[in-house]
């Protein structure tokens, strides 16, 4: 086991010493200001963005099905319920759409974020460590668990966008981009340092991919650049496996049988209305 006095653990501890509140309201306003186009539909508006922010806790504690260690977020707290609807209708309908202005301004955006992730991969965390003592030696139970957990919120609001006619782009569950593959990565990650070889603390495997999310999160926002450090190790092993990666273009068959079958019909019809201007 890792050194505890390790600087993983020094960041985690100061991850964990960040008040829970701050950061659900970091989350619930970045989350609440994905769907402008909505804001007319404002029930759709409120669940789509709830589902979005809380899918991923969600769609696991329903799999666990134990409520007092899996409990659902919005049902087993006021604060979370209470915090996201004024969140959600400070982004969306505070007058002059202030608050949603604010939030074009990059430090207010990047520290929303930086909330998120922090969120997120506790949520990761916290969900692998509880199916691994659920189902000890399982590897599907922490890894689809840890998965659905950092990418469930896209998996819950996908269809009912397409539903809706509002889905912008593929669904993550047709076309797996990064939330998808960074959720599986996150797990992966953490499984393999914390539970399987136990070179890492829970402390400081959570502290290695939250900033592994974080340094994502401010890269794309700095820079414009979006920084997917989950395509590489995608890439390579869609390569490996042979199963075409989604996304990405497949080279067309050239139409080589179609053109001399084209030609060649031409030649005929020529040929056939030389005889026939003979025969006259």
């Known amino acids: 086991m890792a050194d505890s006095k390790s600087p993983l653990a020094d960041i985690g501890k100061f991850y964990e010493s960040l008040p829970f509140e701050y950061l659900l309201i970091g989350h619930c306003l970045i ?23 809380f899918g991923g806790g969600i769609l696991t504690a329903l799999l666990i099905q134990d409520p007092k260690r899996a409990p659902i977020p919005l049902l087993s707290s006021n604060t ?40 997120r991969a506790g949520l990761i965390a916290s969900r692998i460590d509880l199916t691994s003592q659920l189902y000890p030696g399982v590897l599907a139970a922490p890894l689809i668990i840890g998965s659905i957990a950092g990418s469930g ?21 047709a076309q797996p981009a ?57 890439y390579l092993a869609h390569a490996l ?9 497949q080279k067309a068959p050239q139409p080589k049988q179609a053109t001399s079958t084209t030609a060649s019909s031409k030649r005929k019809e020529d040929s056939t209305r030389q005889e026939n201007k003979k025969a006259k």
């Open 31 to 53: 989350v609440a200001s994905w769907f402008p186009k909505l804001k007319d539909r404002y029930l759709l508006s409120y669940w789509v963005g709830a589902l979005a922010a």
């Open 80 to 119: 979370v319920g209470v915090i996201w609807t004024i969140c959600w209708w400070l982004i969306n309908y505070f007058p002059g759409n202030l608050v949603a202005k604010m939030f074009s301004v990059a430090p207010f955006r990047i520290s929303a974020k930086v909330c998120l992730n922090l969120l």
């Open 153 to 173: 919120g896209r998996f819950s609001i996908d269809p009912i966008l397409s539903g809706f006619g509002a889905l912008e782009g593929p669904a993550e569950i």
């Open 178 to 234: 990064f939330a998808a593959r960074s959720g599986f990565v996150g797990s992966l990650l953490y499984w393999v340092t914390v539970h399987v070889y136990g070179v890492l603390t829970p402390l400081e495997g959570k502290a290695l991919i939250t900033t592994l999310f974080i340094a994502h999160g401010v890269l794309v926002d700095l820079f414009g650049w979006h920084f997917d450090f989950t395509f590489p190790a995608a």
């Open 241 to 249: 496996t042979n199963v075409p990666m989604p996304g990405r273009p």
